[in-house]
């Protein structure tokens, strides 16, 4: 591929102007003399001169006038003076900086020589749009924003991230984040990814540079709160110092073997906890446990030991324990029917035949709960000589 093109300046290229680009549009001919007629309006020899509204600005126009004509006594007009937007006049100075590497491609790889930083000189080039605005509006939602401010330091924006897995897209998104919060509210943003899972963490926790190797653009480096460094909290006093702390700290170590421990050394703190400060976390343990072993966990502890709170969840917990119950009882008595009518059905095969039920027999076969017992009595009492041999052999 011949890439001297790349090199030599723009006079030495053939390019195309306003002149001769395919894209351009003849120019209109100029409008003919109006002659005919109905476009002239010149008023009658004997007529006279039609009276001028006194807004109307021109000769001839018979045009209605854009507003009525003030009445008299009334106050003048005041015309609303629009401020027009102009945009930013740009220098010559900053378009021959920028356009220099349109004309001469291969002045790139030159540059960064002399900077000292190693770029292979290109092989071919294209000039792209320049607008990057999105043609269309791609919908982008961090998950909390916050806006910080302290005595000592300057308000900050605090975007939370809550990440359950490894994503190659997300650092392109929270680059994307952070360049957005800093250019629509002026102040500098900070990013706080949250983990359950170690390999998550340590991955978000790696700092991403975008840009060339030789030369890195950006480099993107979000706080990481997950199981690698987060406390495990197992001592009520450490617990009760900091709820909230502690909270995330149950959530991040969701699959820790601890985790046991350490729920029921926040259920033992929630005990003493005043009602308005226990059930929110409650509510945000069993949210952030989802679907993982932990969460059974939680829920029991939380039905023993926090019984008497009336949080949604302790509700819940304790309308599932009815409904277990009613279940159970349920079942139990479908069971304890279908026991009652296996024996009736070996009763009533050894009435059938005429044989003798002594009241001992009668009272065994109706006190057995066992429906295997019960069916292989059934099969025996269409052959056995007498109501006692169903029980032979047992």
Same mark, same amino acid.
């Given at each position: 591929?011949? *890439?001297?093109?790349?090199?030599?300046?723009?006079?030495?290229?053939?390019?195309?102007?306003?002149?001769?680009?395919?894209?351009?549009?003849?120019?209109?001919?100029?409008?003919?003399?109006?002659? &005919?007629?109905?476009?002239?309006?010149?008023?009658?020899?004997?007529?006279?001169?039609?009276?001028?509204?006194?807004?109307?600005?021109?000769?001839?126009?018979?045009?209605?006038?854009?507003?009525?004509?003030? #009445?008299?006594?009334?106050?003048?007009?005041?015309?609303?003076?629009?401020?027009?937007? %102009?945009?930013?006049?740009?220098?010559?100075?900053?378009?021959?900086?920028?356009?220099?590497?349109?004309?001469?491609?291969?002045?790139? &790889?030159?540059?960064?020589?002399?900077?000292?930083?190693?770029?292979?000189?290109? %092989?071919?080039?294209?000039?792209?749009?320049?607008?990057? %605005?999105?043609?269309?509006?791609?919908?982008?939602?961090?998950? @909390?924003?916050?806006?910080?401010?302290?005595?000592?330091?300057?308000? /900050?924006?605090?975007?939370?991230?809550?990440?359950?897995?490894?994503?190659?897209?997300?650092?392109?998104?929270?680059?994307?984040?952070?360049?957005?919060?800093?250019?629509?509210?002026?102040?500098?943003?900070?990013?706080?990814?949250?983990?359950?899972?170690?390999? %998550?963490?340590?991955?978000?926790?790696?700092?991403?540079?975008?840009?060339?190797?030789?030369?890195?653009?950006?480099?993107?480096?979000?706080?990481?709160?997950?199981?690698?460094?987060?406390?495990?909290?197992?001592?009520?006093?450490?617990?009760?110092?900091?709820?909230?702390?502690?909270?995330?700290?149950?959530?991040?170590?969701?699959?820790?073997?601890?985790?046991?421990?350490?729920?029921?050394?926040?259920? @033992?703190?929630?005990?003493?906890?005043?009602?308005?400060?226990?059930?929110?976390?409650?509510?945000?343990?069993?949210?952030?446990?989802?679907?993982?072993?932990?969460?059974?966990?939680?829920?029991? /502890?939380?039905?023993?030991?926090?019984?008497?709170?009336?949080?949604?969840?302790?509700?819940?917990?304790?309308?599932?324990?009815? =409904?277990?119950?009613?279940?159970?009882?349920?079942?139990?008595?479908?069971?304890?029917?279908? *026991?009652?009518?296996? #024996?009736?059905?070996?009763?009533? $095969?050894?009435?059938?035949?005429?044989?003798?039920?002594? =009241?001992?027999?009668?009272?065994?076969?109706?006190?057995?709960?066992?429906?295997?017992?019960?069916?292989?009595?059934?099969?025996?009492? $269409?052959?056995?000589?007498?109501?006692?041999?169903?029980?032979?052999?047992?």
């Amino acid at each position: 591929m011949d *890439t001297q093109h790349l090199n030599a300046p723009s006079h030495a290229r053939p390019r195309i102007t306003g002149d001769n680009h395919p894209n351009r549009r003849p120019h209109a001919p100029a409008p003919a003399a109006a002659s &005919s007629p109905a476009l002239l309006r010149a008023p009658a020899p004997d007529s006279p001169p039609a009276a001028r509204h006194p807004l109307q600005t021109c000769d001839g126009c018979d045009r209605a006038p854009f507003r009525a004509p003030r #009445a008299a006594g009334s106050p003048p007009y005041r015309q609303k003076k629009r401020k027009k937007r %102009t945009p930013p006049m740009v220098s010559s100075s900053h378009e021959a900086m920028h356009r220099i590497f349109q004309d001469y491609p291969g002045l790139f &790889s030159r540059v960064s020589e002399v900077l000292g930083i190693d770029f292979s000189p290109p %092989t071919s080039f294209a000039v792209l749009p320049t607008d990057l %605005t999105e043609a269309r509006p791609l919908e982008r939602r961090v998950d @909390t924003l916050l806006r910080l401010e302290t005595e000592n330091d300057d308000p /900050l924006l605090l975007a939370v991230e809550a990440q359950g897995k490894k994503d190659p897209d997300k650092p392109a998104s929270w680059a994307y984040y952070a360049s957005y919060l800093l250019t629509k509210y002026r102040l500098q943003p900070m990013l706080l990814v949250v983990c359950q899972d170690r390999a %998550t963490a340590e991955w978000a926790a790696r700092p991403v540079r975008f840009g060339p190797r030789q030369w890195p653009l950006l480099t993107l480096r979000p706080l990481v709160a997950g199981p690698h460094n987060m406390p495990v909290l197992t001592d009520p006093a450490e617990v009760r110092e900091d709820l909230a702390l502690a909270t995330l700290s149950a959530i991040t170590h969701a699959t820790d073997p601890d985790i046991g421990a350490i729920l029921k050394t926040m259920t @033992t703190v929630l005990q003493d906890t005043p009602a308005a400060l226990a059930n929110p976390i409650i509510e945000l343990v069993a949210q952030g446990l989802g679907k993982l072993p932990a969460a059974e966990i939680w829920r029991k /502890l939380v039905a023993v030991d926090l019984s008497f709170y009336k949080s949604p969840l302790s509700q819940e917990l304790r309308e599932q324990g009815r =409904e277990q119950g009613r279940q159970e009882g349920r079942q139990e008595g479908r069971v304890e029917g279908q *026991t009652q009518r296996a #024996a009736e059905d070996v009763l009533e $095969v050894l009435e059938v035949r005429g044989l003798d039920i002594p =009241e001992a027999v009668r009272a065994r076969i109706l006190g057995c709960d066992d429906p295997d017992t019960l069916r292989r009595w059934h099969r025996r009492a $269409v052959i056995t000589p007498s109501a006692e041999g169903i029980f032979t052999d047992e």
